[in-house]
């Protein structure tokens, strides 16, 4: 058994041991992947303040999202594919988060359906819609996920067009792959992963197989995204969305501070600072830039969250430190997952939690709660003075 110590060491491994066309299917963004690139390395550029002599015993992360308890401001985000992983992937992340007392996000486009990963779990869990053009089949959606219990919709508002991904295109992405010399000839290199595989029977898209109207193909993410998505949406039908679901909403994709006001505005539970972890508008400035002045301009009308290219609980820490009152990890929980399965997504929420946990104290403090941008060090001009 390799030794785990940062996430890192779960990416190197997942490399190892997943499919290559999925394993670039996660770690690449669209076009030049700069915002991808800035996500993590802006965040290089805010340091931490350290303080001594202060009290650093009796610590906790405990905190709270759109009001639920959770063991830290961690929660997974949602990821398409997460079952192409590793099998039943969205099943074991669920799990391992339900174990850990973080929440969960099952995204539409996910292997896994709404009602298998309720059947596994025993807590709540967040279920993420996109916008699609066809109402019987979003309100078909939202029932599902009411009958599966989930406690909250995290609403994608950044995804009604594909940003283009040039691997995606290069390695013909498809659930399950394609059979062509290419990818047999990659997957013979990763047998534990293919005999975990062919051993479940879940390996299409399994909130849409079976239950959309007309896919020509549903295999692929780019033309089941080119045909159903709706290219005009707005704020109305947004307004609508949350409407048609009646409880708590997440919206998720908001990167400049216009936009947040009027998630605000329309009374959403919370909204996530993100873009989409660098796959959408490439040249968009990285989500932690983002967050401050979002933050400042909403105040306490809705509750502000962040995701994007957190690797650390040092990063955690500052996003927190920046104003968000939780925050998400995509890649880090998916390389933990083809790494190691449950256990590995369990690993990366240990790395991340016991990173943030003596960061915190480092930076002189025994409760998440009460962290605050005191503890930074951020220069100048970060978050803008752009013209
Ligand atoms: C492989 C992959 C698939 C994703 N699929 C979805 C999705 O289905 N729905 C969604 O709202 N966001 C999706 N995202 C975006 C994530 O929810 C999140 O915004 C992003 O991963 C955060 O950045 P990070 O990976 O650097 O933590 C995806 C991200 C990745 C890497």
Not at 150 to 174: E, F, M, P, Y
Not at 316 to 330: D, E, H, S
Request: some cysteine; proline content about 4%; glycine content about 8%.
């Amino acid at each position: 058994m390799p030794v785990i110590t940062e996430i890192e060491d779960l990416r190197r491994l997942y490399k190892r041991r997943v499919p290559k066309m999925f394993y670039d299917y996660a770690e690449s963004g669209s076009w030049t992947e700069q915002t991808f690139r800035e996500n993590s390395s802006d965040f290089d550029q805010i340091r931490l303040r350290q303080r001594i002599a202060v009290d650093m015993a009796g610590r906790t992360t405990k905190s709270r999202m759109i009001g639920e308890d959770v063991a830290m401001p961690v929660a997974l985000a949602p990821v398409g594919l997460t079952g192409m992983q590793s099998a039943d992937g969205e099943i074991k992340a669920a799990r391992a988060a339900e174990k850990f007392g973080v929440p969960f996000t099952l995204s539409t486009m996910s292997i896994c359906s709404i009602e298998d990963v309720a059947a596994h779990t025993t807590k709540p869990f967040w279920f993420q819609v996109y916008t699609l053009k066809d109402d019987d089949f979003m309100r078909r959606l939202f029932e599902r996920a009411r009958a599966a219990k989930c406690s909250a919709i995290v609403i994608t508002v950044d995804l009604q067009i594909l940003g283009q991904r040039h691997k995606d295109l290069k390695n013909g992405l498809s659930a399950p792959p394609k059979l062509t010399p290419k990818s047999v000839a990659d997957m013979m290199t990763k047998i534990p992963w293919g005999i975990e595989m062919l051993q479940t029977k879940r390996r299409f898209f399994g909130n849409i197989v079976g239950h959309a109207k007309g896919v020509t193909d549903p295999t692929s993410l780019s033309s089941w995204t080119a045909e159903a998505f709706d290219p005009s949406l707005d704020w109305n039908r947004i307004a609508k969305f949350k409407e048609m679901w009646g409880g708590k909403v997440i919206l998720k994709g908001i990167l400049d501070v216009e936009d947040a006001l009027k998630a605000a505005e329309i009374g959403a539970d919370a909204i996530i600072v993100s873009n989409h972890g660098g796959r959408q508008l490439d040249g968009a400035i990285s989500s932690i830039r983002a967050l401050e002045p979002i933050v400042q301009a909403v105040g306490d009308r809705v509750e502000v969250h962040f995701d994007g290219g957190i690797r650390s609980g040092q990063d955690v820490l500052k996003a927190l430190a920046l104003g968000a009152k939780g925050t998400y990890i995509g890649r880090a929980f998916v390389y933990g997952l083809g790494a190691m399965g449950e256990a590995g997504v369990t690993k990366a929420l240990e790395v991340i939690h016991r990173e943030l946990d003596l960061s915190m104290a480092f930076c002189g403090h025994r409760d998440i709660l009460n962290v605050d941008r005191d503890i930074l060090l951020v220069p100048r001009g970060f978050s803008g003075d752009w013209a």
